[in-house]
Nanobody, 122 residues
Framework: QVQLVEFGGGLVQAGGSLRLSCAAS????????MGWFRQAPGKEREFVAA????????IYADSVKGRFTISRGNAKNTVYLQMDSLKPEDTAVYYC???????????????WGQGTQVTVSS
């Protein structure tokens, strides 16, 4: 298991930017892929982006490609989601996730944070 804590949600106007952070710790795994999902009111949780342990591989949902950037800190235990050109439809609770590989993160990871609210006003 990986323990995850998100930071950085808030309210922003359409066209603005926000940066989410997620701090990870684990006594079980020495390395793991990480990612972000989101859930809007009345909708199912959806994949947003994922990154490998090394940071060399990234995957994005089509809806955020070109606007969001996922990255890892130098210590590898922090992941960031830089969100630019935000739209009202990006409003959701954003969850940090982790699992052994980028593929298993995308498939629906085993470790989750508590979520942070992002609200984009029009």
């Amino acid at each position: 298991q990986v323990q995850l804590v998100e930071f950085g949600g808030g309210l922003v106007q359409a066209g603005g930017s926000l940066r989410l952070s997620c701090a990870a710790s684990s006594r079980t795994y020495s390395n793991y892929a990480m990612g972000w999902f989101r859930q809007a009111p009345g909708k199912e949780r959806e994949f947003v982006a994922a990154i490998s342990w090394s940071g060399g591989n990234t995957i994005y949902a089509d809806s955020v490609k070109g606007r969001f950037t996922i990255s890892r800190g130098n210590a590898k235990n922090t992941v960031y989601l830089q969100m630019d050109s935000l739209k009202p439809e990006d409003t959701a609770v954003y969850y940090c996730a982790a699992d052994l590989t980028i593929e298993t993160v995308v498939a629906g990871a085993r470790s989750w944070g508590q979520g942070t609210q992002v609200t984009v006003s029009s």
